[in-house]
């Protein structure tokens, strides 16, 4: 699967992909249940990675990109909980799984720089006491 580089068009893919992959999930009431929470954990980490680019200060972005980081964790967590309870076969689920895993460490990339830059911002209004 060809990933783009913007991780906005990235992120809206995974949630299509994810969409997709739900609507083959059998129609049992443990399936359904799963497949609601995994469209919203999906659709919410690239909802958060917007929102994160709409940020209004350092705090902002760094708090958004959080949430992106748990619903993309959220997701790993439902795609993992099909594949071991046999509702969806390892084939089709696992890719999904290693797309939200990496989407979720490049956001806790974004969110450490964003930290670090934010840190150091504080550091130099800092007046040094004599």
């Avoid at 699967?1 to 994810?18: C, H, I, N, Y």
């Avoid at 129609?27 to 359904?32: F, G, Q, V």
């Avoid at 995994?38 to 350092?58: K, P």
Wanted: proline fraction near 4%.
């Amino acid at each position: 699967m060809s990933k783009p580089w913007d991780l906005r068009e990235r992120t809206l893919q995974f949630a299509g992909d994810v969409m997709r992959f739900c609507r083959t999930l059998p129609k049992t009431d443990e399936a359904r249940e799963i497949a609601g929470q995994l469209r919203r954990a999906s659709s919410s980490t690239g909802a958060h990675y917007a929102a994160a680019q709409r940020n209004r200060s350092d705090d902002d972005y760094i708090n958004k990109m959080s949430g992106g980081i748990e619903e993309a964790e959220e997701a790993t967590f439902w795609l993992d909980l099909l594949i071991r309870s046999e509702v969806a076969p390892e084939r089709t689920a696992s890719p999904l799984r290693k797309e939200a895993d990496e989407l979720a460490k490049i956001f806790l990339g974004c969110r450490s720089t964003a930290i670090e830059r934010r840190d150091r911002r504080k550091a130099s209004k800092r007046k040094p006491t004599v």
